[in-house]
């Protein structure tokens, strides 16, 4: 008979992020790991910083040994659910679609990098003018 595994939505499983109470997810499993915090030898603020999101490529890059991969399975308390999020479709743009939009693309860079030297060099001229107005009448 199959042992039944309870399953976790990621926002379930984040909201467990304390000290007291410390989930963790790593290759789609869940993981209650308050018991451990205080004998993990890398610290328990090792992996407070790994809740809240997957944890698996932390865990990887540790280097744990066999011995604690098997640790770990002994606070496995379910699995993640699986979203089934759509995977995002990519817009084909050709290249005359580009070059048909390059003005646009100019005229709003331009609008956003020059407002400030044109600005310098408005100051500069009206400073400059009122300077020479202000020498020519002493």
């Known amino acids: 008979m199959p042992t039944l595994t ?3 939505t990621v ?8 000290s ?5 997810t790593i290759d789609g499993k869940v993981y209650d790991v308050s018991s451990y915090l205080d004998e993990h030898p890398g610290g328990d603020d090792v992996i407070l910083g790994a809740t809240g999101k997957d ?5 990887e890059d540790a280097g ?3 011995t604690a991969r098997e640790l770990l399975e002994t606070f496995c308390i ?3 659910e699986e979203t089934g999020t759509p995977i995002p ?14 003005p646009q693309k100019f005229f709003n ?19 400059g003018y009122l300077y020479l107005r202000k020498k020519q009448a002493i």
Not at 55 to 59: C, I, K, N, V, W
């Open 6 to 8: 309870k399953l976790y």
């Open 78 to 80: 379910g699995e993640l």
């Open 20 to 24: 007291e109470d410390c989930w963790i």
């Open 11 to 18: 926002d379930e499983a984040s909201q467990h992020n304390t």
């Open 109 to 127: 860079l331009s609008k956003q990098y020059w407002y400030a030297p044109i600005t310098v060099v408005g100051l500069s001229v009206g400073l």
């Open 55 to 59: 944890a698996t490529d932390e865990f």
């Open 89 to 102: 479709e990519f817009k084909i743009i050709s290249k005359k679609q580009q070059l048909n939009n390059l």
């Open 64 to 66: 744990h040994s066999k």
